[in-house]
């Protein structure tokens, strides 16, 4: 009996001893799964922290390269800036004052734990177009964090965890629907409305006018009205890079719009665009009676067709030849000799072509009136001119379309009305209007539109698509027409190795 209870007594003991055992295994297991917990927890929490002053770091340097690469004038524009840092990889243990670097010392990173480089391209972001010309485009910031392990060094030699995390930003052209971009960059002033002349927009985008010049003078407006403009038609903003500072009186933002003075440049709203070539064909241009292709003048419209205008003439020209595009036409700007073209006899018309019957194929007393005339319909003309066109001018319907005044010889022609030889109002046929060194420019009085030889995206009696130099500007219905230009996309990255 003895024999056995003492080996019960031992027996006990070992599986004691056995338990004590597993148990200080569990605990250390515990332990050190809680420790490496509380490490990770904290490259967690330090990689987030450094992603988000990646973040800013990078957005505050894009800034500068936006500045930098969009204003050739930048050294004089922003005098207290320093953009040397610009184009170099460093850290942040030199240039302490750069932008990059200031922005991740205000998120606690600083010294050779910031670097930044200058790529050259940049995954996600589109590559800058030819007609652009910026050195340093894209900019990525590096941010390294060495976070002490407490618990993992107990069990692996590691004593320190690098985190980096990386944020990458570039710029990126895109389309900004401005009405109105002034791209002098000193010229002061550098938009300038003079007498009784004025600027008026109607619709549009949130912003109307962009004036580029840094000059203090850079707007002298006399009357510009943006009351009626803007997406909600309440009001526009009206931005400018120089000055003045205080609005104008006689500028009016409406109630949804904004003076904006210091507003960065926009630059070349085409830049983005490739230059189109040269068209084969010259463009030309004929009077026309209101109502022809959307003519909203009742004295009649200079309707212009696209094409190469280089070389255009400045004088008084027939119609269908190639005059520049200088408005009204009047004074020391193009004219027109006559009209409109003259009867022909035995000739192929086509249908919406003009005639203005005269002398010498038609009579004097053929066309006393000086009527215009339009081909209701293809045909061949007959070899006699008619011995009177018809003198009472059509009746314009609501529809757009003319009731009466019909003359059949041959062809069916019907009376227009009138046109002028020197016309106060254009119209344009859709195309490429390639002006090469030529200006176009309007003078008081004069206005322009798009015309509906090939539709314009409204009924024939819409006035939208209209410009005129006392300016009125009002916007196509097709709101995918667009408009100018601009620079500025980031491009972050939120994770350590790259952008997502």
């Not at 391209?121 to 900019?139: D, H, L, M, R, W």
């Not at 004074?331 to 018309?349: D, E, I, K, L």
């Not at 420019?441 to 819409?462: K, P, Q, V």
Request: charged content about 10%.
């Amino acid at each position: 009996m003895k024999r056995h209870y003492a080996q019960i007594r031992r027996s006990s003991r070992q599986r004691g001893q056995v338990f004590i055992a597993i148990v200080i295994f569990i605990a250390m297991f515990l332990l050190a799964a809680l420790g490496l917990a509380t490490d990770y927890t904290q490259v967690w929490a330090h990689r987030q922290m450094a992603q988000g002053a990646a973040d800013a770091a990078c957005q505050a340097a894009a800034a500068d390269l936006f500045l930098k690469g969009t204003d050739p004038n930048f050294a004089t524009d922003f005098p207290t800036f320093d953009f040397s840092w610009i184009g170099n990889t460093y850290d942040c243990s030199t240039h302490t004052s750069s932008s990059p670097c200031k922005y991740a010392a205000f998120n606690g990173y600083s010294g050779t734990a910031v670097k930044v480089e200058f790529p050259s391209s940049v995954s996600g972001a589109g590559t800058i177009p030819a007609g652009i010309t910026i050195t340093n485009p894209y900019i990525k910031v590096t941010i390294t964090d060495p976070v002490g392990m407490l618990f993992t060094k107990i069990v692996s030699p590691l004593t320190t965890f690098n985190v980096k995390a990386s944020a990458s930003c570039g710029l990126n052209p895109i389309n900004t629907p401005v009405p109105l971009v002034i791209l002098h960059r000193s010229a002061g002033p550098s938009l300038q409305v003079n007498g009784s002349a004025s600027i008026t927009i109607l619709g549009g985008p949130q912003r109307s006018i962009q004036v580029d010049s840094s000059s203090t003078t850079a707007v002298n407006a006399g009357t510009v009205d943006l009351h009626q403009a803007g997406p909600s038609g309440t009001g526009s903003d009206f931005a400018l890079f120089g000055g003045p500072t205080t609005k104008p009186a006689n500028v009016n933002v409406g109630s949804s719009g904004h003076w904006i003075p210091g507003a960065n440049p926009f630059g070349d709203p085409f830049a983005s665009v490739t230059a189109p070539t040269a068209p084969a064909t010259a463009g030309t241009a004929r009077p026309v009676p209101f109502g022809i292709n959307g003519c909203p003048d009742p004295a009649g419209c200079v309707e212009f067709t696209p094409g190469n205008y280089t070389g255009c003439s400045t004088g008084s020209v027939a119609p269908g030849l190639k005059p520049c595009l200088n408005f009204p036409f009047a004074g020391s700007n193009p004219s027109f000799t006559v009209g409109g073209t003259n009867w022909q006899a035995n000739h192929a018309y086509a249908q919406g072509d003009l005639i203005k019957p005269t002398t010498p194929t038609c009579l004097s007393t053929s066309n006393s009136g000086n009527y215009i005339y339009i081909a209701t319909a293809a045909g061949i003309s007959a070899g006699t001119c008619p011995a009177s066109f018809n003198q009472t001018p059509c009746t314009r319907q609501s529809d757009g379309t003319c009731s009466g005044g019909i003359t059949t010889a041959g062809v069916t022609w019907q009376n227009v009305g009138v046109d002028s030889t020197s016309p106060s109002t254009a119209i344009f046929d859709p195309g490429l209007y390639y002006l090469a060194g030529n200006a176009l420019s309007f003078g008081s009085g004069s206005t322009a539109r798009i015309s509906t030889a090939a539709g314009d995206g409204c009924a024939e009696a819409c006035d939208d698509g209209a410009l005129s130099a006392n300016a009125v500007v009002r916007r196509p219905r097709d709101s995918s027409k667009p408009a100018a230009p601009k620079i500025m996309r980031r491009f972050m990255g939120s994770s350590p190795t790259g952008l997502c």
